[in-house]
């Protein structure tokens, strides 16, 4: 199968240019003129200068392709202009959806988050419960904006959508939020621990990929939806492993919540007026997302993908191997 891929030169999209180069599949990748693509060059596969802001670029990219999978977005949780979370996740997946009904593809992959449910009523929440009334980042929320427009478009033109929800995600060379995280702590710049008691579902970024391609190839799926993520940690587990496999002790102090929360709101409006982003991390979207926790079941993608997923503590250790290179 010929697949359009967006966001390839991703974190999710460079391990699934990786699988899919061991496949039969023919892969044509969009990617912007100011990226990267030595990565995409050493898998030789065909590369679609433009970005999904450009309705031209998706349409030439997608030209004798029967698939798209489509993985780009702006996953950030602060930005100086924060205009740009609609650009790309909003209008940007309206333009990638459109231009796929208007070339004709058979199958859309469109990777989402599993931030786009906020909290739900039943914890823990699989595909077919209600998202909760809130989403807790501008990230989250553009997310969701740009699904049910997918989502929509399926409905109403019948656009051959699926959607891939993945968890927090971890794994070798990660270089943002959880894996900023990481790095922060092995490298001691962090001067408190922060909001250990809050849970969240992990997934190592290969097992989103293997889902993501176990998704494409699976026939009769038109429709469904797949959260992908099993393991179900505090971050106080989290920072005990990484404490334990990189051998550096973790900072001594413990903020509390309330502490940590008015830190966040604070820092955050300082980042907004010098327009850089906010120390440690500590964006009060990101603060509100590790506060409210995520807790999922994602034995759909078990079941009918026949997914394994990685343990954590292998994606931990994979993870700070890369970052001390």
């Given at each position: ?6 966001g ?39 590369i ?11 349409i ?9 999978i ?85 409905q ?6 699926l ?21 922060d ?13 809050s ?54 102090m413990?903020?509390p919540?309330?502490?940590?929360m ?47 997923y ?16």
């Open positions: 199968m010929n697949i359009f891929i967006t390839a030169t991703g974190f999710i999209g460079s391990h699934l240019v990786k699988r899919l180069a061991d496949t039969e599949h023919i892969l044509v990748c969009l990617a912007r003129p100011t990226s990267d693509v030595s990565e995409l060059e050493k898998q030789g596969v065909t679609i200068k433009g970005d999904v802001t450009d309705k031209d670029s998706l030439e990219g997608m030209k004798g392709c029967q698939w798209v489509n993985l780009a977005n702006l996953y950030s949780f602060w930005e100086p202009d924060k205009s740009i979370f609609s650009d790309i996740n909003i209008a940007g997946t309206r333009n990638v959806m459109e231009c796929a009904l208007e070339t004709g593809m058979t199958k859309v992959v469109h990777i989402s988050t599993v931030g786009i449910y906020g909290k739900p009523a039943e914890c823990p929440f699989c595909e077919d419960n209600p998202v909760g009334p809130e989403r807790f980042s501008e990230y989250f929320r553009t997310k969701y904006e740009g699904d049910l427009i997918a989502w929509e478009l399926h109403k033109k019948g656009l051959p959508l959607m891939i929800y993945p968890t927090a995600v971890l794994g070798p060379g990660h270089p943002k939020a959880s894996g900023r995280y990481i790095q702590l092995i490298h001691r710049r962090l001067p408190a621990r922060v909001l250990e008691g849970v969240f579902t992990f997934v190592h970024v290969r097992d989103v990929a293997e889902a993501i391609v176990k998704a494409a190839e699976k026939e009769n799926n038109i429709g469904e939806k797949y959260l992908v993520g099993k393991h179900q940690l505090p971050w106080r587990e989290i920072n005990r492993m990484v404490s334990e496999i990189s051998g550096v002790r973790l900072p001594k413990r903020l919540d309330f502490l940590t008015f830190n966040a709101r604070f820092l955050t409006l300082v980042a907004n007026v010098i327009k850089k982003p906010p120390l440690w991390g500590m964006a009060i979207d990101q603060i509100r997302t590790m506060k409210e926790g995520v807790i999922v079941d994602g034995s759909k993608a078990e079941r009918e993908l026949g997914m394994s990685t343990p954590v503590r292998v994606a931990l250790e994979e993870a700070i191997a890369s970052y001390r290179v």
